[in-house]
Nanobody, 126 residues
């Protein structure tokens, strides 16, 4: 059974940093591209960052480029999102996601992802 469990969220002030983790099990993590998405109240879930299966390529939404860094540790089956210089508009639930198939092209479309974590809340006060 595939499981994705996010952690590391919290309440911080603007300009602070947080590091999110996504612990995975039930599938061969090292062969899957992985993404982070976020969803604010009343808004659609949106792409944040993606990393390929080997960790050699990363992709970011324009809104987080230069502030967030996605990474992975395939030996630990864990995905990370380092978030620096947080802004109030970063407030959202953050979700890690695995696509339906291993390898394959990178995607930022919600519909291409088969497995999701329960999310971790990030709240940034001004």
């Amino acid at each position: 059974q595939v499981q994705l469990v996010e952690s590391g969220g919290g309440l911080v002030q603007a300009g602070d940093s947080l590091r999110l983790s996504c612990s995975t099990s039930g599938f061969t993590f090292s062969t899957y591209n992985m993404d982070w998405f976020r969803q604010a109240p009343g808004k659609e879930r949106e792409f944040v960052a993606a990393i390929n299966w080997i960790g050699s390529s990363t992709y970011y939404a324009d809104s987080v480029k230069g502030r967030f860094t996605i990474s992975r540790d395939n030996a630990k089956n864990t995905l990370y999102l380092q978030m620096n210089d947080l802004k109030p508009e970063d407030t959202a639930g953050y979700y890690c996601a695995a696509p339906k198939s291993p390898y394959g092209p990178y995607s930022k479309r919600v519909g291409d992802f088969h497995s999701w974590g329960q999310g971790t809340q990030v709240t940034v006060s001004s």
